[in-house]
Every structure is written in C-alpha cells, then in structure tokens.
C-alpha cells in the first residue's frame, strides 16, 4: 500500500524559501499513470491544490502561486519536493504531499506537516 | 473563497440521513467528476467518494455520492458519532488545470 510522508522546516522566516519533501514508500514513484501533488490547508480554512509534477519531471503549477512555486522529483530516491520563495505569514499552512490522477484528483495523501512562517 | 460552494456545516441525530451539497460551474462539476473527502480533527483528509459516486474499499456503504449538471452532493445514511468530520468536495479545473476544493463542510452528530 502506497504511504506519503513530508518532512521539512516547521518554521521559515520570511522572505525565505521554504523547502520540503515527500517519500513515498509501498510503490514506486514513476509506476503507473500518477502524478505528484502538493496541497496546502491554513489553519481553519480550506484546502488550496499548489502544482503537481509526474515523473518525467513535466510541471502544472497554481498560478496564483507559480511566480513563486519549484516542484521537482528525485525518482532514485522515490521522493518529491516542493520550493516555495518568498514566503509570507499568508504562507503558514499545513502542506500535504499527495498521489493524484489526472482530471480526477488525489486519491492517497501524506500526514501533512505544519509550516508557520514567522521572523 | 473557493471555487466550490458547499454549506459550512450540517448535523443530524445518530441514525438520520445527512446530505452535503456542492456547487461549481462548467470547467470543474460540469465536465468533470467529483470526489468527496473526509478530514476527522487533526488528521489528512481521507478519499470518501470517486468519481462522482464510487466508495474506495473499506469506506462503509452509509456514504454514497451524486452528481446532476455542475452540482454534486454526499448522503451520509445511518450518520454515526464517528462520523463528525469535516467534508469536502473536489472536481477538476479546466481553467486551472488542477483541482479545485469546497470550503468544505462540518458535519456535527447531536
């Protein structure tokens, strides 16, 4: 069974750039017809999609956040990750990694990490 | 504000029958399918509903989902305490190329 899990930085000052990764372990990350997302959720408010990359390293970012957004994957690791520059107190969120399908959504998702950006 | 409008929150008595609805527009609900999700306090969201109305294993069959036009809703039958939970509805954007969420949807069991 495919299992998520984030890890980075719990705190980034701003105007930092805030990095984090995602392992995926139970499958490989350039098996089948996947791709890789990032999804964000501030505290007491919905979820917000951030891009996605599959694992031929093609990109789709949000953009309202593309100016800003770097998602790459390392698939001899089995990880992705995800850069977001220049970062804001409006970036503190929960950050979820997730396995989407395309024009159907996500269907597996990591823990989520809590980011707070903050000086 | 999200792209999807879903009531910010529902409840009933154990045993009663709960329905979500979720609003969108042509580029998302209209030509694509709907998922649903449920986030129990503190933890990721978890896929309730795919495709418009199919429950991956081990989602109990008291769930179920449907979809008319640039609408869906989720029916929660037999609402148990276990099911107090934040819902939220999902399609796919056209215009964004990506999904787009509800504000999601807090259900409470009296």
């Known amino acids: 069974q495919v299992q998520l899990q984030e890890s980075g930085p719990g705190l980034v000052k701003p105007p930092q750039t805030l990095s984090l990764t995602c392992s995926v372990s139970?499958?490989?990350?350039?098996?089948?017809?996947?791709?890789w997302s990032w999804i964000r959720q501030p505290a007491g408010k919905g979820l917000e999609w951030i891009g996605r990359?599959?694992?031929?390293?093609?990109?789709t970012y949000n953009p309202s956040l593309k100016s800003r957004v770097t998602i790459s994957v390392d698939t001899s690791k089995n990880q992705f990750s995800l850069r977001l520059s220049s970062v804001t107190a409006a970036d503190t969120a929960v950050y979820y990694c997730a396995r989407d399908r395309l024009w159907f959504g996500p269907d597996i998702w990591g823990q989520g990490t809590m980011v707070t950006v903050s000086s | 504000q999200s792209v999807l409008t879903q009531p910010p929150s529902a409840s009933g008595t154990p045993g009663q029958r709960v329905t979500i609805s979720c609003s969108g527009s042509s580029s998302n609900i209209g030509s694509k399918t709907v998922s649903w999700y449920q986030q129990l306090p503190g933890t990721a969201p978890k896929l309730l509903i795919s495709t418009n109305n199919q429950r991956p294993s081990g989602v109990p069959d008291r769930f179920s989902g449907s979809k008319s036009g640039t609408s869906a809703s989720l029916a929660i039958s037999g609402l148990q305490s276990e099911d107090e939970a934040d819902y939220y509805c999902a399609a796919w954007d056209d215009s964004l190329n990506g999904p787009v969420f509800g504000g999601g949807t807090k259900v409470t069991v009296l």
């Open positions: 990359i599959y694992t031929s390293g093609t990109t």
């Open positions: 139970g499958g490989t990350i350039s098996s089948g017809s996947y791709y």
